[in-house]
Protein backbone atom coordinates (compact mmCIF):
# COMPACT_ATOMS: atom_id res chain seq x y z
CA UNK A 1 0.00 0.00 0.00
CA UNK A 2 1.56 3.50 -1.01
CA UNK A 3 1.54 5.93 1.66
CA UNK A 4 3.15 9.64 1.48
CA UNK A 5 3.00 11.24 5.35
CA UNK A 6 3.67 14.51 6.12
CA UNK A 7 4.38 15.90 9.06
CA UNK A 8 6.01 19.11 10.56
CA UNK A 9 3.33 21.38 10.36
CA UNK A 10 1.75 24.40 12.74
CA UNK A 11 1.68 27.62 13.35
CA UNK A 12 4.91 30.34 13.19
CA UNK A 13 5.65 33.99 13.60
CA UNK A 14 6.67 35.67 10.57
CA UNK A 15 10.43 35.06 9.83
CA UNK A 16 10.24 31.45 11.83
CA UNK A 17 11.09 28.51 10.55
CA UNK A 18 9.93 25.18 10.15
CA UNK A 19 10.88 21.98 8.52
CA UNK A 20 8.10 19.69 6.78
CA UNK A 21 9.02 15.75 6.43
CA UNK A 22 7.28 13.89 4.03
CA UNK A 23 7.78 9.54 4.88
CA UNK A 24 7.30 7.17 1.69
CA UNK A 25 6.27 3.84 1.83
CA UNK A 26 4.81 0.87 -0.51
CA UNK A 27 6.99 2.03 -3.52
CA UNK A 28 10.60 1.99 -4.59
CA UNK A 29 11.39 5.93 -2.85
CA UNK A 30 14.43 6.11 -4.93
CA UNK A 31 13.17 6.20 -8.40
CA UNK A 32 10.54 8.97 -7.63
CA UNK A 33 11.39 12.32 -8.29
CA UNK A 34 9.80 14.05 -5.47
CA UNK A 35 8.06 17.64 -5.03
CA UNK A 36 6.18 19.97 -2.64
CA UNK A 37 3.36 21.46 -3.66
CA UNK A 38 0.90 23.88 -1.48
CA UNK A 39 -2.56 25.24 -1.86
CA UNK A 40 -4.11 28.17 -0.26
CA UNK A 41 -7.37 29.00 0.43
CA UNK A 42 -9.38 29.73 -2.64
CA UNK A 43 -6.37 29.27 -4.88
CA UNK A 44 -5.34 26.73 -7.13
CA UNK A 45 -2.32 23.87 -5.77
CA UNK A 46 0.96 25.59 -6.87
CA UNK A 47 4.47 23.19 -6.98
CA UNK A 48 6.79 24.79 -4.88
CA UNK A 49 9.97 22.26 -5.07
CA UNK A 50 11.00 19.41 -6.39
CA UNK A 51 14.02 17.11 -6.51
CA UNK A 52 16.00 14.59 -8.43
CA UNK A 53 15.84 11.17 -7.84
CA UNK A 54 19.34 11.16 -6.78
CA UNK A 55 18.98 14.92 -5.42
CA UNK A 56 21.40 16.12 -7.53
CA UNK A 57 19.14 18.58 -9.39
CA UNK A 58 16.31 20.93 -7.08
CA UNK A 59 13.60 23.56 -8.70
CA UNK A 60 12.44 26.35 -6.71
CA UNK A 61 8.95 28.73 -6.99
CA UNK A 62 10.88 31.95 -7.56
CA UNK A 63 8.90 33.50 -4.64
CA UNK A 64 10.20 30.77 -2.08
CA UNK A 65 14.15 30.43 -4.03
CA UNK A 66 16.58 31.66 -1.05
CA UNK A 67 14.22 30.78 1.30
CA UNK A 68 13.32 26.99 1.21
CA UNK A 69 15.55 24.41 0.64
CA UNK A 70 14.30 20.48 -0.73
CA UNK A 71 16.30 17.53 0.21
CA UNK A 72 15.83 13.89 0.41
CA UNK A 73 17.22 10.87 2.01
CA UNK A 74 16.48 7.68 0.17
CA UNK A 75 18.12 5.85 3.33
CA UNK A 76 15.03 6.77 5.13
CA UNK A 77 12.59 7.38 2.30
CA UNK A 78 11.71 10.84 3.62
CA UNK A 79 12.00 14.31 1.51
CA UNK A 80 12.11 16.81 3.56
CA UNK A 81 11.44 20.57 2.92
CA UNK A 82 13.22 23.10 5.41
CA UNK A 83 11.58 26.62 5.39
CA UNK A 84 12.84 29.92 6.54
CA UNK A 85 11.83 33.06 6.92
CA UNK A 86 8.31 32.72 6.26
CA UNK A 87 5.69 34.59 5.21
CA UNK A 88 1.88 35.25 6.21
CA UNK A 89 1.53 34.56 2.39
CA UNK A 90 3.07 30.75 2.46
CA UNK A 91 0.47 30.20 4.47
CA UNK A 92 -1.22 27.09 2.97
CA UNK A 93 -1.51 23.32 3.13
CA UNK A 94 1.37 21.69 1.81
CA UNK A 95 1.80 18.41 -0.22
CA UNK A 96 3.66 16.19 -1.21
CA UNK A 97 4.53 14.09 -4.18
CA UNK A 98 5.94 11.31 -5.85
CA UNK A 99 5.82 10.85 -9.95
CA UNK A 100 7.71 8.38 -12.00
CA UNK A 101 6.15 8.28 -15.34
CA UNK A 102 2.41 7.98 -15.03
CA UNK A 103 2.76 6.65 -11.49
CA UNK A 104 1.52 9.56 -9.21
CA UNK A 105 1.43 9.38 -5.52
CA UNK A 106 0.36 12.22 -3.31
CA UNK A 107 -0.02 12.29 0.69
CA UNK A 108 -2.87 13.96 2.68
CA UNK A 109 -1.29 17.53 3.33
CA UNK A 110 -0.05 19.41 6.24
CA UNK A 111 -1.30 22.77 7.07
CA UNK A 112 1.32 26.16 7.34
CA UNK A 113 0.07 28.62 9.25
CA UNK A 114 2.18 32.27 9.17
CA UNK A 115 0.64 34.44 11.64
CA UNK A 116 1.51 36.89 14.38
Known amino acids: QVQLVESGGGLVQPGGSLRLSCAAS????????MSWYRQAPGKERELVAS????????NYLDSVKGRFTISRDNAKNTVYLQMNMLKPEDTAVYYC?????????WGQGTQVTVSS
Open 97 to 105: MAKRTAYVY
Open 26 to 33: GFTFSRYG
Open 51 to 58: ITTSGSST
